[in-house]
């Protein structure tokens, strides 16, 4: 049967196709999809679940992977980072039945810290990486990666671009899919216990065998090449820019066009044979300039009189992502051909509002952060913020996150403020997802440390960002189970801070006292700021300006909620906008703003 | 067939649903779709495209100067991705303005008038008032669905106004198809006489 599905749900079917029995991940942009598609199609027999962390998942995946299930893990390029730890050490201890790290690279990068790439990683880790150009061929390709891991016993990499995560095309699938037969777990020591001298031997296995997956690469289905294989310049693309470069091969089918879908082992005895006859290489990639480097160290071994192109001598540019235009562009130029003009001529056009990212309106972090401002006027404060929707109260009028650096890392870097600068409030800010994912560990060391920190926990019951998952505070699962709340309350309770208190945002007055009191104790402080993310809730209330209002603006000015709006220069609520959250209500000077409450 | 439209708009606006059912009413008609959105942080109030590719297409998104049909629910937007659309292409636009939370702090007299000027003055342009078309259904969210019949009515999209009709109906909640009904015939009337 035909589903049109987006590149995430053609990498879960694929998945699925390939009889996966156990699925684990974290969700992150542009990877969140891929877990939630195996969610909504028939997948029994499979185990699913939203693990913790990324190497949480990493870590549920490998044993039954040692046991012969086929795993697939999910994440995005920095969840890899995560991670990391039982990848590096898993590449040496090596598995049994197939197992695909899925990692999104997000060049531009467009919802992401960092502008890593995958490719790299995979060299590191001496692990296969399959780099899909297109969701069709994400299908394709990820069934392959399983049979690649179990020839080879080792977890392979799998990285799409956000490109090819969001991009929706239609893919044939099987009407039944079976979830994989497999033997169990067998004992062995020797085999599945890392210590110094199984690394040792397997390292040089690892290498040995490499050159040997190199090589059965060389002759793999998406390393190809195409157009008129006798011209001097050829370019050679990896991703979505190959899909790029197809675009531009419509205006101009003789273009000389070599393609690698696995970067690593580089199938250089294919690259080789490519390159017969040419003089010209240009490399078209996203991130970092991989096949380039590897093309070079080729040239040198092999003495080829070949001048490379691309990132390296900056024919292409070092950062951002590539497009249908800019690889036009550059091809253009590389064959000495004149581009034809794109769209017409906008130098004309008018200045164009700006539109950054902003909270949602009636977004309960909104008002949170605004107590915690207002309660610490004039008092010298570090507010150090951390990865989810909430990095957005950065923007103006709120100006509330000093410091994002990684997943759980306010916590951990509010103490470093307090180590500097003592008599600072230093206050971290974090949502109930981060909390449970890496933020635990760094409340353990600030108790430990004594350090003299303010954790606000924004909890607004789900994963807002990346789309509304579940996780351990929310007391539903991925197996479709209702299960016990992780409480947070109790968690800081265990871990021994002694001051917490649970407050409703929405209520202003008491989140001031509430965070005055706890700037004014010792010690590790918690508040815990609950209240729903308004994506997954009913609006409350409806709220209008009344004729008390004196246009002072004061409401917008503080608070800058989208559906505070001026209409011809009246302070106005946008009714589609407003979920009556009363914010706006509880700041003005006059009593200006009331409402009704819904039926 | 060979199109590719675009839809744009600020996140919130239901431009999804429109792409949603473009894309799958093109399938019906037998044709290769791909297609793309925005997501992740942009759709907080920032800028939002999709892109509909129909026929034979290998980028994900539409390159500049190849759009047949730009779908824009605000004029700003509409105007910043102008670039995409081709020489002899057709801007639909809503001439309501939404103000991004900066512009409200700053007032920089932005309210859309600019911008619909340039449009007209650059291309053939219907323009449409959102505020105006969308009265009678009683909220703004029916917009999504108007200006879709808005489209149909200029014969550009090469699909047929009972196929998107159909997908309008199966892809809105029971309770709620015969009020998008009209608001799709809304729009095409309103097309058919611009």
């Not at chain 1, 992977?65 to 969840?79: E, F, I, N, P, W």
């Not at chain 1, 009189?305 to 024919?315: F, I, P, Q, Y």
């Not at chain 1, 008491?510 to 815990?528: F, P």
């Not at chain 1, 609006?539 to 800058?560: H, M, Q, S, Y």
Request: proline residues 5%; aromatic residues 8%; hydrophobic residues 40%.
């Amino acid at each position: 049967m035909r589903e049109y599905v987006m590149g995430n749900g053609a990498i879960a079917l694929g998945a699925l196709a390939a009889g996966v029995n156990l699925v684990s991940g974290y969700p992150g942009t542009p990877s969140s999809e891929i877990i939630e598609t195996i969610a909504k199609y028939p997948h029994e027999g499979v185990h699913l679940e939203w693990s913790v962390n990324e190497k949480a998942a990493m870590e549920v995946a490998s044993s039954a992977a040692y046991s012969g299930a086929r795993t697939l893990v999910t994440m995005k390029q920095v969840g890899l980072n995560v991670a990391s730890d039982p990848l590096m050490s898993l590449a040496y201890v090596g598995v049994k039945g197939g197992m695909v790290i899925v990692s999104a690279d997000d060049p531009g990068p467009i919802s992401s810290q960092t502008e890593q790439d995958t490719r790299r990683f995979a060299d590191f880790c001496r692990i296969p990486v399959f780099d899909p150009a297109s969701p069709e061929e994400a299908y394709e390709m990820i069934q392959d990666a399983f049979t690649y891991s179990e020839k080879y016993k080792t977890p392979v990499l799998f990285r799409p671009t956000t490109r090819v995560c969001h991009a929706y095309a239609s893919i044939e699938i099987p009407e039944q899919m079976q979830a994989k037969q497999f033997d169990g777990f067998v004992k062995d020591s020797k085999k599945w216990v890392i210590f110094p001298r199984l690394s040792f031997a397997n390292h040089a296995m690892i290498e040995k065998r490499n050159v040997g997956i190199g090589e059965d690469f060389s002759t793999y289905r998406y390393n190809t090449q195409e157009g008129d294989l006798t011209a001097a310049k050829a370019v050679v693309a990896s991703g979505v820019s190959y899909a790029y470069a197809k675009e531009y091969q419509k205006k101009n089918p003789s273009l000389r066009l070599i393609r690698i879908g696995t970067t690593y082992p580089f199938p250089e005895s294919f690259m080789l044979q490519a390159l017969e006859g040419v003089d010209e290489v240009l490399c078209l990639e996203e991130l970092s300039p991989y096949i380039e480097e590897q093309i070079l160290k080729l040239a040198g071994k092999h003495h080829l009189a070949v001048k490379v192109s691309g990132k390296l001598d900056e024919t292409v540019a070092a950062s951002g992502e590539n497009s249908a235009n800019s690889v036009e562009a550059v091809i253009c130029r590389f064959l000495g051909i004149n581009q034809e003009a794109e769209g017409m001529d906008l130098s004309d056009q008018p200045a164009l509002p700006v539109r950054p990212p902003v909270l949602c309106a009636g977004c309960p972090h909104r008002a949170s952060f605004y107590a915690v401002k207002q309660a610490m006027k004039g008092q010298k404060s570090y507010f150090c913020g951390d990865i989810g929707c909430y990095t957005l109260g950065n923007a103006m009028p709120l100006d509330m996150v000093d410091t994002c650096l990684c997943m759980g890392a306010g916590i951990t870097m509010a103490q470093g403020f307090h180590w500097v600068d003592p008599d600072a409030a230093c206050f971290a800010f974090v949502g109930d997802s981060t909390f449970f994912a890496s933020g635990m560990t760094g409340i353990v060391n600030a108790v430990y440390n004594e350090a003299n920190m303010i954790l606000c926990v924004l909890d607004n019951s789900t994963t807002a960002m990346t789309g509304h998952q579940p996780h351990p505070g929310t007391g539903r699962n991925m197996m479709g189970n209702i299960v016990e709340k992780v409480d947070i309350r109790k968690v800081l309770e265990g871990i021994g801070v002694k001051k917490i208190v649970t407050v409703d945002p929405l209520d202003l007055k008491a989140s001031i006292q509430a965070v005055q009191d706890c700037a004014a104790a010792d010690g590790v402080k918690a508040i815990i700021f609950k209240s729903p993310c308004v994506a997954i809730t009913k609006p409350t209330k409806k709220l209008r300006v009344n004729a008390n209002c004196i246009n002072c603006k004061k409401c917008i000015r503080e608070i800058g909620c989208p559906a505070l709006i001026a209409v011809n220069g009246q302070t106005t609520i946008d009714e589609n906008l407003c979920t009556g959250c009363g914010l706006c209500s509880q700041i003005c000077p006059v009593d200006a703003i009331g409402g009704e409450d819904y039926e | 067939m060979n199109k590719d439209i675009m839809i744009c708009g600020v996140g919130g606006q239901g431009t999804v649903l429109a792409s949603k059912v473009l894309a799958a009413a093109a399938m019906k008609c037998g044709e290769t779709v791909h297609s793309a959105e925005t997501i992740g942080m942009a759709q907080r109030g920032g800028s939002v495209i999709s892109h509909v590719r129909i026929g034979e297409a290998y980028a994900p998104l539409i390159p500049f100067g190849s759009a047949d049909m730009i779908l824009a629910f605000e004029p700003a937007e509409a105007v910043r991705n102008l670039i995409y659309l081709k020489k002899d292409g057709i801007v639909i636009v809503n001439s309501v303005p939404t103000k991004p939370t900066t512009e409200t702090l700053q007032d920089t007299g932005y309210d859309g008038t600019q911008m619909i000027e340039y449009l007209q003055k650059k291309c053939r342009c219907l323009v449409i008032d959102a505020e105006e078309m969308c009265r009678p259904f009683g909220s703004s969210r029916y917009f999504n669905i108007i200006i879709l019949g808005v489209a149909a009515a200029t014969n550009t999209l090469g699909i047929e106004k009972d196929v998107l009709l159909e997908e309008i109906k199966r892809r809105v909640p029971e309770k709620y198809v015969d009020i998008n009904v009209e608001a799709f015939l809304a729009g095409y009337r309103k097309g058919s006489e611009l």
